[in-house]
Nanobody, 114 residues
Framework: QVQLVESGGGLVQAGGSLRLSCAAS????????MGWYRQAPGKQRESVAT?????STNYVDSVKGRFTISRDKNTVLMQMNSLKPEDTAIYYC??????????WGKGTLVTVSS
């Protein structure tokens, strides 16, 4: 069974940086989009950044200019700079195949202290 494994979360002060990584434990064929989502306490899960198979990226407005998503084979990364307390959330990675099948990681906690 394929699993997505995230790493890189943790506690950081405002203004600091973290780098999230997500890799598939097995082979996933025909991956189309990779992305990072987050869910803060009491809020709905939101899309933070996505990257297509040809490298096109999309970011939620609140992270533009601070976060950078990239991918390499079956790994997706997200560099997060200038972190703010409102970035505190559980971050989930997602792989979506060309057939619409979604794979999700279990999440990694990012906590930004003020």
């Amino acid at each position: 069974q394929v699993q997505l494994v995230e790493s890189g979360g943790g506690l950081v002060q405002a203004g600091g940086s973290l780098r999230l990584s997500c890799a598939a434990s097995g082979s996933i064929f025909s991956i189309n989009t990779m992305g990072w989502y987050r869910q803060a306490p009491g809020k709905q899960r939101e899309s933070v950044a996505t990257i297509s198979s040809i490298g096109s990226t999309n970011y939620v407005d609140s992270v533009k200019g601070r976060f950078t998503i990239s991918r390499d084979k079956n790994t997706v990364l997200m560099q997060m700079n200038s972190l703010k307390p409102e970035d505190t959330a559980i971050y989930y990675c997602n792989f979506r195949t060309r057939y619409g099948v979604d794979y999700w990681g279990k999440g990694t906690l990012v906590t930004v202290s003020s």
